[in-house]
């Protein structure tokens, strides 16, 4: 879908979170952050690995946790939200994640159960669910909320990123309860689950106007019958 498509709806619909740009540029600010962190997690584990320290994967996770909350705070605090920098974000992510939680496990055999599940739901159920935003005009998924509300609420609200990219991992590394963690990471996976059911039932739009309400609300409405 071209931008220029998306010209002049876009522009005075009135939403922040859906699209206004004629083209995007990769090199701004937030997506220099998400390549910057990503290097750093990729190097930390790199060297955890090399000399066997925890302390070192730990500085990853936290390069990790650190730089994708500043890269999308920066993104919003500028005004250089970018569906490129969204799409960045989410590759990037599961790369950190993957990275840390397979180093962590390959001294850790015992927490492979509640890792592989973690790793099931969040590199193939949330990234599928994450980048369904590009079947609308929307700038990310933190304003899926034009789109759907509950699906927003289960997958991008401030709790539900939390517990998504978090939570299994502080149970984790806090308690050692690998049984529990397991049945979070269930639990996690079935919000997901649910979530790609309800996404699966959303109309999607033929074309985009620049305007995600628009295009929820024009692929939802009967299609017209045709004049004799």
């Avoid at 302390?55 to 946790?65: E, G, N």
């Avoid at 990310?140 to 509300?149: G, I, K, Q, T």
């Avoid at 639990?187 to 959303?202: D, I, N, P, W």
Wanted: proline share 4%; with cysteine; hydrophobic share 55%.
């Amino acid at each position: 879908m071209g931008y220029s498509q998306l010209h002049g709806v876009a522009a005075g619909c009135g939403h922040r979170g859906c699209t206004a740009a004629l083209a995007e540029i990769w090199w701004t600010a937030p997506n220099v952050v998400t390549w910057t962190r990503t290097v750093g997690t990729v190097v930390l584990c790199g060297a955890a690995i090399v000399a066997g320290d925890q302390l070192l994967l730990l500085a990853a996770l936290l390069c990790y946790w650190v730089g994708d909350i500043a890269d999308g705070l920066l993104a919003r605090l500028s005004n250089r939200e970018t569906r490129t920098g969204a799409v960045l974000d989410v590759l990037a992510d599961r790369l950190c994640v993957c990275l840390v939680v397979v180093t962590y496990v390959t001294s850790h055999p015992a927490a492979i159960l509640p890792a592989g599940t973690f790793l099931l739901q969040f590199v193939v159920l949330d990234a599928s669910l994450t980048l369904a935003f590009r079947n609308w005009s929307l700038l990310s998924p933190n304003y899926f909320f034009l789109v759907d509300a509950t699906v927003f609420r289960l997958n991008w609200s401030p709790v539900a990123k939390a517990i998504n990219t978090g939570a299994v991992v502080l149970v984790v590394l806090l308690t050692g309860a690998m049984w529990l963690a397991t049945l979070l990471a269930l639990a996690v996976s079935g919000v997901k689950t649910y979530s790609m059911a309800r996404l699966a039932r959303l109309p999607v739009p033929a074309t985009l106007s620049g305007c995600a309400v628009l295009d929820a609300h024009s692929a939802a409405a009967p299609a017209r019958a045709p004049q004799a």
